[in-house]
C-alpha cells in the first residue's frame, strides 16, 4: 500500500507540474505576442523621433528581438550624461579659457592706429588731443 501512496503521490505532483507548465507556456505566447505587436510601433517612434535612420529600422527591431540588448540600452540611455558634454556648461576648466583677441590688453584685437600725418588731422577736426 505504501508504494502505491508514492505512486498516487507521484501521478498528482506529474499533473501538477504538467498543468503549471501548460499555464506558464500560455503566459509566455501572450508575452511573445504583445512583443510582436509592440516591435513595429517601437520601430516607428524611434525613427519618428530621429533615433533612429531610415536605413536603421530592420537592424532595430532584430535588437529589440533580445530582452538582454533591450536593457543594455535603456541602461546605457538611462544614464548620467558626461558634464562635459552638457549644454551651458564651459568645456575648459574655470578660468581656463581665454579669448586670444583681448589677451594682454591689445584693444580687443585691433590694430593699434600709429600716428601718421592723417590720423593727426583726423584727431585735430574732432578735437581730440593729438599727442
Do not use: W
Not at 27 to 40: M, S, T, W
Not at 80 to 105: H, M, N, W
Amino acid at each position: 500500500m505504501p508504494d502505491q501512496e508514492k505512486l498516487l503521490d507521484f501521478i498528482a505532483c506529474t499533473g501538477a507540474l504538467i498543468e503549471k507548465d501548460a499555464a506558464d507556456e500560455r503566459v509566455k505566447q501572450a508575452q511573445d505576442q504583445r512583443i510582436e505587436e509592440l516591435i513595429p510601433q517601437a520601430v516607428k517612434a524611434l525613427l519618428e523621433n530621429e533615433r533612429i535612420e531610415p536605413h536603421q529600422q530592420k537592424q532595430a527591431a532584430e535588437v529589440l528581438h533580445d530582452p538582454v540588448r533591450v536593457l543594455e540600452i535603456l541602461i546605457k540611455t538611462a544614464s548620467p550624461l558626461d558634464k562635459e558634454a552638457r549644454l551651458g556648461t564651459p568645456v575648459a576648466p574655470q578660468g581656463g579659457q581665454q579669448k586670444k583677441a583681448s589677451a594682454g590688453g591689445n584693444n580687443y584685437g585691433r590694430r593699434p592706429v600709429e600716428d601718421s600725418e592723417a590720423s593727426r588731422a583726423l584727431k585735430a577736426k574732432l578735437g581730440l588731443p593729438t599727442d
